[in-house]
Structures are given as structure tokens and as C-alpha cells.
């Protein structure tokens, strides 16, 4: 029971394919208390059936893209729990067009849309959120999570402006580690390997990722969103107290290989 007591958010469920999902499964079986959020209201009732099989009592709504929902979210938040022992930013977004081709035909706008709201909306979370995550329990660490992808460190074919947002994301970790590290606060992020979710299939070499993964991986097979669940719960704990502008690789192993 690595989470018992401690409260947090995660934000990015969509369904019960989504990491995020299985981030709160294995959040919620350590003994966490969550809050999930919801883009819209196209999306709150699935998010709410699922929610509800692990007695989540608290759904609010927040498109990162906006600051006036941000800020909401941070109120609801203090009503709900009156601070945070956690964040969980599960959000990713990259028009469709922009993930085919090559990366030097990505237009301005979907260059900007895919920044805003993969990366930056971080930034925005942790300032607005920063005052529940500062009071956290004395001796203690709050921890912020975020979920990237190799693709941000090495090209990968499609993958495009979603890898040059990753890639910023992870610099993101690094300074708001060192911004917020002070406060008592981690700043973490875990780069899965590739699994089947409604945004992978987005990427139009999805399926030779995973048929990649058992030839080149150390492991020798693709890895599960229970994985990386778990090892989500190792960074939200203080068993990670000491780790924090730190990528952890969730993928089999596949990252350490050359070819």
C-alpha cells in the first residue's frame, strides 16, 4: 500500500486502454485517494463509468488548453482534498496530419497545437497546482508525473512533432524539478514502450513498433499497461523521494539497444 492516504489527480483517461487508466488502477490498488478530469463533456461519462469501479468520487472537467480550465481544476482540487500528494499529466495531442510524412512538411499550427498541449500544459498544471502541492505532510515529498516516449529522445518514423513535443516535455521535467525541487516536490517523467491506445493508433507505424519490440528488446516482448502502472506508483511514492528530473524507461529494455 505504497499510496495509502495520499491524494492526487491524474489526468488523461479516456478509456480503459489508456495508460492513465492503468496508472489509476495501480494508484487506487496502493491505497490512493483520485480525483480524474475529463477534456469535455463527450468524454465525462466514460470516464466516470470507469472511475466509479474503483469508488473514485471526484471528476472534473479540464481542457489543458485553456487557462481558465486549469485554474478551475486547481479550485476544484483544494474543495475536493485541500492539497496533493500527487499530479499525474497523462495528456498528448498531435493532429493526425502531422503524425505521416516527414517532419519538415509540419505546419505552423499543428506545431503549436501539439507544444500546447503536450508539453506546456505542464508547465501551466504545476504553477496552478503548485500551492496543494507544496502542502503536502511534513518529512514528506509530493511527486508530479508525466508519460513520454523514446520518440523524444530518437527519430521514429511518423512519430514527427509528437517527438520534437515529447522532447520539450522532457526538458520540462528537468526545470521544473529544479524550480520546484525546493518545495518538496518531484518532477518525474515514465517513457513507455508502445502500447496499443487510441493515440497510438494515430501513429501510422504503430504496428512495426510492436512487431519491433520482441526481435530488439532485451525482454524480448512488448510490455503491458499494468507495467507501467506500477512502475508509476514507485515515482508517486516516497520509496522515489530521492529521484526526481529523472526519465524512467518502461520498455523492455529497448531504449539501451543500438539497433
Known sequence: MLLQGRKGVILGVAN???????IARSAHAHGAELALTYANDRFKEGVQELGDTLGV????PCDVGRDEDIAALARGLEQAFGKLDFLVHAVAFAKKEEL???YVDTSREGYHVAQDISSFSLVALCKACRPLLENHEEGRT???????YLGGQRVVPNYNVMGVAKAAL????R???SDLGPSGIRVNAVSAGP????????????????????????????VTQEEVGDASVFLLS????????????VDAGFHAMGV
Open 16 to 22: 480503459k486502454r489508456s495508460i492513465a487508466w492503468a
Open 57 to 60: 468520487k471526484h471528476y472534473l
Open 100 to 102: 505521416a510524412g516527414g
Open 142 to 148: 509530493a511527486s508530479v508525473l508525466t508519460l513520454t
Open 170 to 173: 522532457e526538458a520540462s521535467v
Open 175 to 177: 526545470y521544473l524539478a
Open 195 to 222: 502500447i496499443k491506445t487510441l493515440s497510438a493508433a494515430g501513429v501510422s507505424s504503430f504496428s512495426t513498433l510492436l512487431d519491433t519490440m520482441p526481435e530488439r528488446a532485451p525482454l524480448r516482448r512488448n
Open 238 to 249: 516516497e520509496l522515489a523521494r530521492g529521484v526526481t528530473g529523472e526519465v524512467l524507461f
